[in-house]
């Protein structure tokens, strides 16, 4: 990935403060690049490489009601879903995820006799801490909203028992296939039965589209648990390849994302805006 990933989600920040400041009203190409302090031409070709479209039709991906129009135009029942497939058209990057998960019982004892290995990568998102076990990734978090140390502790206290080593050059290659979107990328899932449940059906919606918490409620046989699936949900520990970007509630609203709406909401519009350039 290249060097300056970081510096553009930093970008992309600052716009979408720009853009809600602004209400509804569209902003010119000469206006979001001044308060980026950057001149037209440089704003436009940086937006244009990461996401694939201009900044003038990037708006359009970051206002506050594009939750509502995915959910329109955009919304997936988990039947058609799992219809098309993990490595279906959904993929854009034809990213194929593999996946086992930890036992009930091995999970039931926070993580004890578990090695998990960490490090710090670069992403599209800000800065990406990756975690892993023998078996494939098991944690994936971003910190440019909440900062790497609140990041580290949060995951940690995950699996309160498990020997943490840094070890960024043993997971070098699945964080490059995870944050790059290519290659096939293995998971570790470490949770509860129910949030098993639960991210094994975030894992069938495909990429530029999204459901609902009360979808996913409904296909895991228990939609009256609204509630509990968002608390899964959030609970989500490899973002971005257990999409829990992707799930919104039934009026529109993005709902939470436990490492900060602007990295949901950023996530959405990078996805919506690659979905509609592959058309």
């Given at each position: ?14 716009a ?6 602004a ?6 190409l ?24 201009s ?33 279906g ?18 999970y ?8 998990i ?5 670069e992403?599209l ?70 949030q ?16 609902t ?18 608390t ?19 009026s529109?609203?993005?709902?939470g ?22 058309q």
């Amino acid at each position: 990935m290249e060097h300056n990933e970081p510096y553009h989600y930093q970008v992309m920040r600052r716009a979408i403060d720009a853009i809600d400041a602004a209400g509804d009203t569209q902003r010119s190409l000469a206006d979001l690049a001044a308060d980026m302090q950057m001149s037209p031409a440089h704003f436009q070709r940086l937006f244009s490489t990461w996401v694939g479209v201009s900044p003038k039709r990037y708006q359009q991906y970051l206002t506050l009601g594009h939750a509502k129009t995915l959910l329109r135009e955009r919304f997936t029942t988990l039947d058609t879903a799992q219809s098309v497939g993990l490595s279906g058209s959904g993929r854009l990057h034809d990213l194929f995820v593999r996946w086992e998960a930890m036992s009930p019982g091995d999970y039931a004892q926070g993580g004890a006799d578990l090695t998990i290995f960490w490090g710090w990568f670069e992403s599209l998102f800000g800065p990406a801490l990756v975690m892993g076990t023998d078996r494939g990734i098991c944690g994936l978090a971003f910190a440019g909203e909440t900062g790497p140390d609140a990041t580290m502790a949060d995951m940690v206290s995950r699996w309160p028992k498990a020997d943490f080593r840094e070890n960024s050059a043993r997971l070098q290659q699945w964080a490059q296939c995870a944050l790059g979107q290519t290659g096939e990328t293995q998971l570790h899932m470490i949770g509860a039965p129910f949030q098993l449940k639960v991210w094994e059906a975030l894992l069938r919606i495909p990429s530029g589209h999204v459901t609902t918490y009360g979808e996913i409620a409904g296909s895991i046989g228990n939609p009256k648990a609204v509630r509990a699936v968002g608390t899964a949900v959030g609970r989500n520990p490899v973002s971005l390849l257990i999409p829990c970007h992707r799930a919104l509630r039934k009026s529109g609203a993005l709902g939470g994302y436990h490492w900060g709406l602007p990295v949901k909401r950023a996530i959405l519009a990078w996805e919506s805006a690659r979905a509609d350039a592959a058309q």
